[in-house]
Structures are given as C-alpha cells and as structure tokens.
C-alpha cells in the first residue's frame, strides 16, 4: 500500500509538472527574458549544456589564485561526506587599512547552480574590473562557492546523508554543517549574505487560479523576523542593505519581493513570509549580530532557462551589499555594537503575524499578472508567545561534551571552571515531554514543559559557564533554552525524561 501511494504521489507531481511545462516557454519571453549584461568568464557559461562541475570549479579558483596571488586566497576548510575538498576563498586589496568583513556563500542546495555561479562571477569582477575591485579597499570577503559538494555533483538539493544543509545550522549534524559553520565562525563576519534558487513552480501553485499559477519574481529577500535578533538590526538590515540592492534591481526591472513560499493549514494554501527559524542561514546568521540575508533567485527546475539573467540578479545583489557595507563602515559597526550591549528579555517562543493580504502571481494560462487575496503568516509581523529573563550566564554540565563541541563551532565564548565554585542557579525541571515518532531531519525531536527551580549547586572544576555579555548571546539562548523550537532538547540533540533536571543552568547574578 505504501508502494501505490508512492507511486501516485510520483504520478501526481509529474501531471503538476506538465501543467507548466507547455507554458513555461511563453511566460520565460514574456516575463524573464535571459540577460545580456553578463560576460563569458566562468565555466558554465562558457559551455551550452550543464553547470560548473567540481572539477572545473577548482580549476577556476585555482587560475584566479595564479592570475591574482596578492589580492586572493585559497583554503579548505573541510571534506563532503563523499570526500571532497570544500574550498573557500578570501578576497582583499592589502592595503593597511582596517575594513569590514563580509561572508557571502552559494550552492548550500545542491540544486541551485546558479547561486554557485553567481558566486564565480562575482570574483571574476571583483578581480579583472576596477570599477568592482576598488570594493575591496574597505572590504575583506570571504566566498565559500559550492557549500554542498555532493548534492551539487547529483542536481540534488541535500547533502549525501540525505540532510537539508540549511535546515542543519543549530543541530550540526553534517560533517558539511560543522566545517561551514566553522570556517563562519573564525572569519567572524560583519555581513553575510546567503544566495540561494527557488522553485517557481510549486505543487501548491497548481491548485491556484483557474489552472495555476507560478511565482514572478527574479529575487525575494529574506531577513530575519526573528525576535532575539535585536530591532535595531533588523531595521537597520531592511532600511539600508535590502533596499538598496531593491533599488539596483529596479534600474534593471527586475522583479523583487520579500521572501514567500507557501504552506497548509487546516487544508487551506497560506503564505508564509520571511522566516523566524534559527536553524537556517538568515535567523541564525542574525542571530551572531551580524547583518544577514538570504537572497533567492527564480530557477529550481529550470536548467539553464534565464541563467544568464539570474547571475546577473544574484551579482547586482551581491554588489550592492559590497557597497553599501563599504560605504557605511562605521554605522555597520556601530549598529552590530548596539545590537551587542542589548540586555532584552529572551524570547523562547515567538509566532507570526497573521493578516490577508492581496498576493501577485503570473497565471500560467493567461500569461499576465494576477492578484489573489491570501492569508499571509509574516515573520516580520511576529509576536513572542513566551518570554524568559536575560541570565548573566548559562551553566553546562562537564560531561555535555556533544554540546559543548556544537557551541564552540558556533562562535560561542566559553569559560571553565579553574576550581570548584558555588553558583545559586534556575534549575530547569521537565514538567512533561513528547516525542514525535516521525523523523525530521533523521532525528527524533521532543516537545517539552518545564518549570524553573532555584538551586544552590557545587559545580566541580571544568564546568562550562557561558557569560551572555557576547556577541553570539542571542544565538546561544536560542540553542540552551530547551522549549525553544531549534534548541538541542527540542531537536533530540539532548535527550530527557519527564521529571529530570536538565544538565543546564541559568545564572541571573
């Protein structure tokens, strides 16, 4: 039985699939005609068929580093899961000053080619044009190009282990995850960017309009909602990053909007807008104090249908964050150090704003725009549903090694105990717990309750205290706090029982 269900399912998505395809044609003329800004310089644009294979990739890194050995880098920075080199390299013009550093990365699903290329392109320019390489007097970037080597080699959005790379960046349970967060950590960015594809064509969208529509944007935009990200951050990413990069877009009508994808509930097609989840790129990279987006160009499931047109969007993009990051240096810094100093209370349990709203679509049987009225779940519109008082410092157990491992690959500064110490501390008791029996992401993830104890505790030499007066506190709450949706107790990381005490502490003074 589970067979035949399979099989319609298979049956069902490839009738979806031809409903488009006829007209998929049509609406790339009418509506994304392929650009002609971009030149020739990387691989897959110098061949009709096929994408920037590994090979390749190294080659062109390796001749930019020949061509431009004082203004590039090469390094690994780990091995795939099928044992390939996951290179990343660093671009700056020495030249004494001090700079901003900005972390840009493409190719996290295996199946967004052009997030990859966007990414050579970049360099190419960066590099051979003046006009873009006096960029890096004021910047050091970091580029981590093809993220997800083995997904990308197959077409294949997720990693070898069957793992979505940005639904891994708080459990690390990829050997990938661990050294792209690493390698993100020691570089320490003040500005990250995330380049991603989307698919236009999605089953929902089917069962949309009279015979379907399709998504219309060139480019969506995803900053954080996320509550523990401080306001000023977000602000500050909306009202000068994003609507820069907007306004590039504009000049060469290209469309754009914040992110959406949609979503069921009660059986009814929802939008969801923007995100809230810290166990992906835009939330978590926030989550550091670091001005972060992810940027999702039209393209899964188009070959190479607009390729030229979606570099040139991710590269007009990227560039313009390079210049905006290069031309307010030091409000860049002084907003990441406000965010920093920020004391709010925690917000453990956050959800969206929930609004109808008229959404545009291109109806994919009229070829023309068309407005439906929809129930929109905005993350920019989100509301914390359980609060929690900032602690001076969280307290971890000396045998959580796995934990203490996963926070030290996050950025997050530790101290340890020299000698045994008295600490009163909030003890969280589990009140109740669940377990689902479904897998998400291969681990098995538990809904807690808990109450919060007083406690005078001894804790020996070597146990971990975790002062929350960084600049990765956000983020460590988001991870420690164990209701929280992407903390280790919520995905199963730290396993517990009902009646427990948890191997965590909370220290408020």
């Keep these: 039985m589970k067979h035949l269900i399979s099989i319609l399912c298979i049956l069902f998505s490839l009738s979806i699939q031809a409903q488009f395809n006829p007209q998929s044609k049509k609406i790339t003329n009418a509506f994304f005609p392929d650009s002609d800004e971009v030149l020739n310089t990387t691989p897959a644009l110098q061949k009709k068929k096929g994408f920037t294979d590994y090979k390749e990739l190294m080659r062109y890194l390796n001749n930019l580093v020949d061509n431009h050995p004082e203004n590039i880098s090469l390094s690994i920075i780990g091995e795939s899961q099928k044992g390939k080199q996951i290179p990343m390299v660093k671009l700056s013009i020495p030249n004494g000053q001090e700079k901003l550093k900005v972390f840009m990365q493409g190719g996290l699903h295996g199946n ?44 294949n959005r997720y990693a070898a282990n069957g793992l979505d790379l940005n639904r891994d960046q708080t459990k690390l349970m990829a050997p990938e995850s661990v050294a792209l967060k690493q390698a993100f950590s020691n570089f320490n960015p003040h500005v990250a960017v995330d380049f991603h594809e989307y698919r236009p064509y999605r089953r929902d969208f089917a069962r949309m309009g009279s015979f379907g529509v399709t998504n219309m944007y060139d480019a969506m935009f995803l900053y954080s909602g996320n509550l523990n990200i401080p306001e000023n951050l977000r602000n ?86 390079l210049k905006t990051a290069s031309e307010n240096m030091e409000l860049v810094k002084t907003e990441i150090e406000k965010a920093t100093n920020q004391t709010n209370a925690i917000v453990v349990e956050q959800e969206r704003g929930v609004y109808s709203n008229e959404i545009k679509f291109i109806d994919v049987n009229a070829i023309e725009y068309v407005e439906m009225d929809m129930t929109v779940r905005d993350a920019w519109k989100a509301k914390p ?74 804790f020996p030499k070597g146990t971990a205290i975790i002062k929350m007066d960084q600049r990765r506190a956000n983020l460590v709450a988001e991870v420690l706090e164990p209701e929280a949706p992407n903390s280790f107790v919520s995905f199963g990381v730290l396993k517990t029982e009902k009646g427990k005490i948890l191997p965590i502490y909370r220290l408020l003074n």
């Design 236 to 321: 500050f990413t909306n009202n000068f990053f994003v609507e820069n990069a907007r306004a590039v877009l504009d000049q060469y009508k290209y469309t754009h909007h914040p992110y959406i994808s949609t979503v069921k509930v009660d059986g009814e097609i929802h939008i969801n807008q923007g995100s809230i989840s810290s166990r992906s790129s835009a939330s978590n990279y926030g989550l550091t104090n670091t001005i972060s987006s992810l940027i999702e160009i039209r393209g899964v499931g188009l070959g190479k249908t607009s390729f030229r047109r979606r570099i040139h969007s991710s590269f007009l993009i990227a560039v313009s964050y």
């Design 112 to 155: 967004e080619p052009a997030s990859t290329e966007s990414m050579l392109y970049l360099m190419d320019r960066l590099l051979n044009d003046n006009a873009y390489k006096k960029l890096l007097n004021n910047i050091d970037l970091a580029i981590i190009p093809m993220a997800n080597i083995d997904g990308f080699i197959k077409n």
């Design 385 to 458: 549903i359980l609060k929690r008082k900032r602690p001076k410092a969280y307290i971890i157990e000396t045998d959580q090694n796995e934990i203490i491992d996963k926070l030290k690959v996050l950025g997050v500064e530790m101290e340890f105990l020299k000698e045994e110490k008295e600490h009163v501390v909030e003890c969280y008791h589990i009140d109740s717990r669940f377990e689902k029996q479904i897998r998400y992401e291969k681990m098995k993830l538990q809904t807690v309750e808990i109450s919060l104890q007083e406690k005078k505790i001894v």
